[in-house]
């Protein structure tokens, strides 16, 4: 079967860095996309890693290894607006997107 | 409007009854996408169209129906609802290449 697995709860200090990971293990792989979802809000799209290595994007960072079906989401100096759900998603041989189940980041002063 | 709009927003249903739920785009993108989302669940796909005429199955399509008569509208009809189709449902669009996809707000459907 196919499983996205991510942790469920994060808790991180406002201006830190925290590091949300996700593995997988689905038929075929296309890309590896982030998004973030705030409480009773649709998840908006922040990253897509296809190669391995590095993608930076500002504050956010994702991470991709396919040899290890590994990718992490990086977020430096933490905002209390990045309160929210990071769900990882992963685009499978049908080109169908296999979703994980989110990790809440709760962002405390 | 720009993006994707859903309606309702909320919706009480009584079991047994027929239900639509609206979706529209403007980005004139050509795949569009049904998701539900349940608590400690990921999205789960329901249906999702490539194209305009054609639609597919997702993950979990029992009990819901979908068309695709032109690109910028695709309902999801459920035909007799019940309780386990008490969710959060998605509907999003998709770009060529990479083929990000764009959610609309979501409609929050209770099935008593």
């Known amino acids: 079967g196919q499983n996205i697995d991510q942790p469920t709860e994060m808790t991180a200090t406002e201006g830190a860095i925290v590091q949300i990971n996700c593995t997988y293990q689905t038929s075929g792989f296309n890309g590896l996309f982030w998004y973030q979802q705030h409480a009773g809000e649709a998840p908006t799209f922040l990253s897509y890693n296809v190669l391995d290595g590095l993608e930076e994007k500002g504050r956010f960072s994702s991470f991709l290894s396919r040899s290890k079906g590994y990718s992490y989401l990086l977020l430096k100096e933490l905002q209390m607006k990045d309160s929210a759900s990071y769900l990882c998603?992963?685009?499978?041989?049908?080109?169908?997107?296999?979703w994980g189940a989110g990790t809440k980041l709760i962002i405390k002063p | 409007i720009a993006g994707i709009t859903q309606a309702p927003t909320s919706q009480i249903l009584a079991a047994g009854r027929r239900m639509t739920l609206r979706c529209t785009q403007d980005m004139r993108h050509n795949a569009m996408y049904w998701y539900r989302q349940d608590l400690g669940l990921g999205l789960r796909l329901i249906h999702y169209s490539n194209t305009a005429g054609t639609t597919g199955k997702g993950e979990v399509p029992d009990g819901y129906s979908v068309s695709r008569a032109n690109t910028d509208d695709f309902p999801l009809t459920l035909a007799s609802a019940v309780p386990s189709q008490t969710s959060v449902y998605f509907c999003?669009?998709?770009?060529?290449?990479?083929?990000?996809?764009?959610f609309g707000p979501g409609t929050r459907l209770t099935v008593l």
């Open positions: 999003a669009s998709g770009t060529g290449g990479t083929d990000t996809q764009y």
């Open positions: 998603a992963v685009r499978d041989s049908n080109y169908q997107l296999i």
